[in-house]
């Protein structure tokens, strides 16, 4: 993000984030990606899902190169997840199963974020407090394992941490 649009209007920081998301919709649609995403999942058949923190300033396919559309997201309010709960743990377990029906094995990213210039920029769902995200992260990864194993053949859970300055 160009620093000068952080001191801009908030009329025009919104119109920069419309645009932006209207650039990832024109790309996501675009043939071109599409057939890239194709051969992505061809060429690596392990199936990736990533539980997020809804705030938006973790962009999987940026971080990790992929093609738009590869990672499979789980948005909540500072990537705060229970599997207990009875719609998030069905939903979650039939996309696994789904994948590992078709012969996929499943890498779960269990994400978190924090700013290593200023602690206020960390993640608002923890008080920007990175080791509490990390924790929950790590609490998320335990039931993950719980569910699935802890021999991680099949599925395996990565907390991965983002730091936000530099999509680190
Ligand atoms: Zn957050």
Known sequence: MPTAIHSAPIDQRIEWLMELSR?????????????ARQRYLAEHPTRIIALKCMDGRI???????????????FRNLGGIFDLGWPYMGDLLESQVMEAIQ???RVLIIITYHFSKGDRSRGCAGFNCDKDAAMAH???????????????????YPLVCGFETDEDA
């Open 59 to 73: 962009h999987l396919p940026y971080a990790t190169k992929t093609p738009l559309g590869i990672v499979s997201p």
């Open 137 to 155: 992260a790590h609490q998320i990864r335990e039931q993950v394992e719980a569910i699935f194993g802890h021999g991680h053949k099949t599925v």
């Open 23 to 35: 650039t990832h919709s024109a790309l996501y649609c675009d043939p071109e990606n599409s057939l």
């Open 102 to 104: 078709q012969g996929h």
